[in-house]
């Protein structure tokens, strides 16, 4: 088993972020995985003792999300999209191939342990389809030929650079990361510029004059005198177009407490 004293202690670092011990719950899965290479049954134990929840608790955040593993990682997770828009640009091609060249399936780690492969679901990134992540970080407009390169690479040892955002870290170094710790790999942080296409609504928004106003702190919020534009509004202002109407929140309902 991994987890160590200095495991308990960035535990505790953690919840130190946190006004409720259990928000902490989520930093703290990643943080047995940077130890571990998943969230193991141990893990999951040191998570409920830590924050003082059952390990039922524990277990029903640990598999409700997909960037949470049940079972070992290798070094180099690679995640292929095969949603409707990179399904139907060759998605579901490129998977196929990987999977034969690796010999893996879905969910499976090669038997050296460095590789594992995955279907994902929408990866957030249409714009740049057919695409896959190594350990979260984009590999854009790939075909089963480009894809079995950068598999390859990882393969020989190397670190193939992604399309964009920050170099490759392994499985462990990222998880590490997304627990916050970044002082280990923190290089990597100011790596990589964002892609045209993630651009291309702030550049049309400044051709056009169009701006989100200030957020000033010291303003008091009221919801029930809020208001939100639901239609579009002009440019550079906050108030809609003529023609359009705005949505007001309904008053708060008071619910009554239950008697003990």
Request: proline content about 9%; aromatic content about 6%; hydrophobic content about 40%.
């Amino acid at each position: 088993m991994a987890l160590t004293d200095q495991t308990r202690t960035q535990a505790r670092e953690i919840i130190a972020r946190y006004p409720v011990p259990r928000s902490a719950l989520l930093p703290m899965l990643h943080l047995v995985q940077a130890e571990e290479g998943y969230v193991s049954p141990a893990g999951i134990a040191f998570c409920a003792e830590e924050l003082e929840l059952t390990k039922a608790q524990v277990a029903a955040v640990a598999t409700f999300y997909t960037m949470y593993k049940r079972r070992p990682v290798g070094d180099y997770l690679v995640s292929v999209c095969t949603n409707t828009m990179c399904g139907v640009l060759g998605g579901n091609r490129t998977f196929e191939a990987l999977s034969e060249r690796l010999g893996v399936g879905h969910d499976q780690t090669t038997e050296d342990g460095r590789i594992t492969l995955e279907h994902a679901e929408c990866l957030a990134a249409c714009d740049y389809a057919p695409v896959l992540t190594v350990n979260y970080e984009f590999f854009d407009q790939m075909d089963p030929d480009a894809a079995l390169d950068v598999v390859k690479q990882l393969q020989d040892g190397g670190r193939p650079q992604p399309s964009r955002g920050a170099r490759l870290s392994t499985f462990r170094e990222i998880e590490m990361l997304l627990a916050g710790f970044p002082e280990a790999n923190a290089d990597v942080l100011a790596d990589g510029p964002a892609g045209a296409p993630t651009l291309a609504g702030a550049r049309l928004a400044e051709d056009r004059g169009v701006s989100v106003p200030g957020f000033d702190p010291s303003t008091p919020i009221n919801p029930a005198k809020a208001s939100a534009p639901a239609g579009p509004l002009k440019a550079g202002s906050t108030e809609p177009e003529a023609g359009t109407r705005t949505l007001t929140p309904p008053p708060a309902v008071d619910v009554p407490k239950k008697e003990a």
